[in-house]
């Protein structure tokens, strides 16, 4: 079943947001106080309307609270993104996404109510810096302050093993959640799967963990 979304701020995260659930076929109302970023999405989303979202009354128009998941993408302008934020929630919206500028930012839209709170570009920086320093990391996505997933490619020290065979859960408190080998995909994959060189570890643990093993058996 299809569902709808309501993008409020059209910059570079909202507007990148805004076409990617449009490509994937999704009901999707842009909200701008900028009529030239509307006009621009007005071509894309299903929807696009020039509105304050500070305005409950506005919110209210739109028939907000009917949409399924509303992201809160406004830029610089804190305040306009914690006050629509605080009204989406009183309205009832079922789901809301914010993004935050900064740590002091994320803990004001979590104790009004917001259900997930992103920061894009902390996380791209650290995803960036992650995997510049690791030849080995092909991608890195941070689940929490503690705990990532990794894809590692497995290098001739873990291949001809099998998982039993590393230890890995036991040595460094990390899960294989999948391998991916060449177009195929191994999901939860046994202890006696054995791990090919050039194989691409999905792993998933703490970032302490994460470090320890590449350190150890990575390098």
Request: aromatic share 4%; glycine share 6%; hydrophobic share 40%.
């Given at each position: 079943?299809?569902?709808?979304?309501?993008?409020?701020?059209?910059?570079?995260?909202?507007?990148?947001?805004?076409?990617?659930?449009?490509?994937?076929?999704?009901?999707?109302?842009?909200?701008?106080?900028?009529?030239?970023?509307?006009?621009?999405?007005?071509?894309?989303?299903?929807?696009?309307?020039?509105?304050?979202?500070?305005?409950?009354?506005?919110?209210?128009?739109?028939?907000?609270?009917?949409?399924?998941?509303?992201?809160?993408?406004?830029?610089?302008?804190?305040?306009?993104?914690?006050?629509?934020?605080?009204?989406?929630?009183?309205?009832?919206?079922?789901?809301?996404?914010?993004?935050?500028?900064?740590?002091?930012?994320?803990?004001?839209?979590?104790?009004?109510?917001?259900?997930?709170?992103?920061?894009?570009?902390?996380?791209?920086?650290?995803?960036?810096?992650?995997?510049?320093?690791?030849?080995?990391?092909?991608?890195?996505?941070?689940?929490?302050?503690?705990?990532?997933?990794?894809?590692?490619?497995?290098?001739?020290?873990?291949?001809?093993?099998?998982?039993?065979?590393?230890?890995?859960?036991?040595?460094?408190?990390?899960?294989?959640?999948?391998?991916?080998?060449?177009?195929?995909?191994?999901?939860?994959p046994l202890a006696t799967?054995?791990?090919?060189?050039?194989?691409?570890?999905?792993?998933?643990?703490?970032?302490?963990?994460?470090?320890?093993?590449?350190?150890?058996?990575?390098?």
């Amino acid at each position: 079943m299809k569902k709808s979304f309501a993008v409020i701020g059209l910059g570079r995260f909202g507007g990148s947001i805004c076409r990617t659930l449009t490509d994937e076929g999704m009901e999707v109302l842009a909200i701008d106080v900028n009529e030239e970023r509307v006009n621009e999405f007005s071509m894309i989303a299903s929807h696009a309307v020039v509105g304050d979202t500070t305005d409950e009354a506005v919110l209210k128009s739109l028939g907000i609270r009917n949409f399924d998941h509303v992201i809160v993408a406004i830029g610089d302008d804190i305040q306009s993104s914690i006050l629509t934020t605080l009204i989406l929630k009183e309205l009832g919206v079922a789901c809301v996404t914010a993004k935050a500028q900064n740590d002091y930012h994320e803990k004001v839209l979590r104790k009004i109510g917001a259900d997930h709170v992103v920061h894009p570009e902390r996380d791209m920086g650290k995803r960036i810096a992650h995997n510049m320093t690791s030849s080995n990391v092909v991608d890195y996505l941070e689940l929490s302050d503690e705990h990532s997933i990794v894809e590692i490619v497995a290098n001739r020290k873990l291949g001809g093993h099998t998982i039993m065979d590393m230890d890995i859960r036991k040595k460094y408190g990390l899960n294989i959640v999948a391998i991916k080998r060449e177009e195929d995909i191994i999901v939860s994959p046994l202890a006696t799967e054995l791990i090919h060189t050039n194989d691409v570890l999905i792993v998933i643990g703490t970032d302490n963990d994460i470090d320890r093993f590449e350190k150890k058996v990575m390098e």
